[in-house]
C-alpha cells in the first residue's frame, strides 16, 4: 500500500440535498449523529493501510477544512505521507473555471500526481457511505495488470440509470459501458471508485474530457486499455437525495443494520468535540434510536438519530427523524419525519410533519417530495407553529419571518427576510393572510 496514492473528490455542491449542502460541500454533512460523510472515505483508507491521501475540495469547503484540520482523528497528521488538502487554482494557459467533473478535477491537479511516488493512483467520490478494505481491490488491479479496474455493485435494475452500467466478462475484463443511460441494459453499476496506474491517468486525461464515467472510461474501452471490474458485495450507500439520506439513517435503527458502525475491527474515524456523556432524564422515553453525547432527553425520542448537544425537553416528542448538532426542540412540541440542521430551535407546542404527504414542496418539486420536511441551519420555529409535510425552513429564519402565521402548509417554505405573502391553512380551504413572509 505504501506506494498508492489516495484520491478523494470532495468538491461536490450535492443540489439535490437542498438545505442540507446550500452551506456546506456534500461531503461535510453530517451523518450517524456525529460523523461527516467524508469520515468513511478517509476511514476506509486508514484502515486499508493507505496513509497517503488527496482532498480534492471546491463547493464551500470551508466546513469540510475545519472537519478535517490537518488529519489528526484519521493518523494522517504526518510529515511524510498523510493528508493535504487540495484548493483549486487558477493555472497559466487555462481558463478561469471550477473544476468541470471528476475527470477535470484530477486533471488540473496532474502535476502533483505525477510528482508523487506512487505509481498506483486509487481515486474516490467523498459522498458516499460505505465499509471497504482496498486492499484486495488494488491487488487485484495489480494482478492483472489494468490500466483501470472499476468498483461494480449489482443495484435494482430501476435504480440502474442512475449509474454508469457496465457488463463485465468472466476474466472481469469490462466489455460494456453506459453512463446514466434511461434504458439499462445491465444492473451492474459502478460506485465512482477507480483504481489508476499513473501512466493511465497521464495518458487518457485530456482537456476534452471533464468526466470518468461519461468520457475517461468509454475513450479507453474505445482504445483497446485494459478496464477490469471488481465486484464489491459490503454496503455501500448514495446518500445524495434528501430520501437516501433519511431512509438510510432510519436503516441505521434496524435491530441488525447492514451498516455495522460498532465494529471493533473497522472504526469510522471522526473528529468529535469533548462533551458531556448523553443524559436521559426521569421523564425521557427513547426508543430504537441513535443518541451521541451531550445529549439532554427529558421527552420522548422514537425511531431517530441524535447528534451531539441535542435537547429535547419535557413533553417533546421527536420521531423518525434526523437532528443535528445543538438543536433543542422545547416542551410540547413535535418532530415527525423531519431533518433538522444544526442550531436549530423548535418552539414550545410546535408541531413540524403534521397532516398527510400531499403535494411536494413548490421550490423543489423534485427534491422534497416524500413528506421529509427540512430546516436549515440555526433558523428559529417560533411556539405553537404547525408545519406540514415536504416543507423547506430556509436556515437563519427568524419568527418574524412567518410574519404571524401560525400554520405553513405541506409543500410551503419559509425564507428568511420579506418573501411572498403566508398562506393559512384553515380546513380544506387556503386563505392568504394580510402580513408577508412565508411561502405555504
Known amino acids: 500500500m505504501k506506494r498508492v496514492l489516495a484520491v478523494i473528490l470532495a468538491g461536490g455542491e450535492g443540489e439535490r440535498l437542498s438545505l442540507l449542502s446550500a452551506v456546506r460541500a456534500k461531503p461535510a454533512v453530517p451523518f450517524a449523529g456525529k460523523y461527516r460523510v467524508i469520515d468513511f472515505a478517509l476511514s476506509n483508507c486508514v484502515n486499508s493501510d493507505i496513509d497517503d491521501v488527496m482532498v480534492l475540495t471546491q463547493y464551500d469547503p470551508r466546513s ?176 445524495g437525495t434528501i430520501e437516501s439520506y433519511w431512509q438510510a439513517h432510519m436503516e441505521l435503527l434496524d435491530e441488525h443494520p447492514s451498516l455495522d458502525l460498532y465494529d471493533k475491527e473497522w472504526l469510522i474515524h471522526t473528529r468529535s468535540e469533548e462533551r458531556a456523556p448523553a443524559r436521559i432524564g426521569p421523564t425521557a422515553n427513547v426508543h430504537r434510536s441513535l443518541i451521541s453525547h451531550g445529549c439532554q432527553i427529558a421527552g420522548t425520542v422514537e425511531r431517530s438519530v441524535l447528534s451531539p448537544g441535542v435537547r429535547v425537553d419535557p413533553g417533546a416528542i421527536v420521531r423518525d427523524s434526523v437532528v443535528m448538532f445543538d438543536s433543542v426542540i422545547r416542551a410540547g412540541a413535535v418532530v415527525d419525519h423531519a431533518i433538522i440542521d444544526k442550531g436549530v430551535s423548535i418552539g414550545p407546542n410546535a408541531v413540524v410533519g403534521m397532516g398527510a404527504n400531499e403535494w411536494p414542496n413548490e421550490d423543489e418539486p423534485e427534491r422534497l417530495t416524500s413528506g421529509i420536511t427540512v430546516i436549515g441551519k440555526r433558523a428559529v420555529v417560533p411556539a405553537g407553529v404547525r408545519i406540514g409535510r415536504n416543507v423547506r425552513i430556509d436556515e437563519e429564519v427568524r419568527p418574524a419571518d412567518f410574519r404571524g402565521a401560525r400554520s405553513v402548509r405541506t409543500g410551503g417554505t419559509v425564507r428568511r427576510g420579506g418573501a411572498p405573502r403566508p398562506t393559512l391553512v384553515v380546513g380544506p380551504l387556503a386563505v392568504a393572510s394580510a402580513a408577508g413572509g412565508c411561502k405555504a
Open 64 to 239: 469540510l477544512n475545519d472537519h478535517i484540520g490537518a488529519g489528526r482523528p484519521w493518523d494522517l497528521d504526518r510529515s511524510t505521507g498523510g493528508i493535504r488538502m487540495m484548493q483549486p487554482y487558477i493555472a497559466r494557459g487555462r481558463p478561469t473555471e471550477w473544476y468541470r467533473g471528476t475527470a477535470d478535477a484530477v486533471l488540473q491537479n496532474l502535476g502533483s500526481l505525477v510528482q508523487h511516488p506512487a505509481d498506483t493512483i486509487l481515486v474516490l467520490a467523498g459522498d458516499h457511505i460505505y465499509k471497504m478494505d482496498y486492499q484486495p481491490f488494488i491487488q487485484a488491479h495489480r494482478r492483472r495488470r489494468a490500466d483501470v479496474t472499476v468498483a461494480v455493485k449489482r443495484v435494482a435494475l430501476r435504480e440502474a440509470h442512475r449509474f454508469g452500467v457496465l457488463a463485465v466478462s468472466e476474466s472481469g475484463e469490462v466489455s460494456d459501458w453506459q453512463e446514466k443511460p434511461r434504458q439499462p441494459r445491465s444492473d451492474l453499476a459502478s460506485l465512482g471508485i477507480y483504481v489508476f496506474t499513473k501512466r493511465t491517468l497521464t495518458t487518457w486525461l485530456t482537456e476534452g474530457r471533464t468526466d470518468f464515467g461519461k468520457h475517461v472510461i468509454p475513450a479507453m474501452l474505445a482504445g483497446g486499455a485494459r478496464v477490469f471490474g471488481y465486484h464489491f458485495d459490503g454496503y455501500w450507500q448514495d446518500v
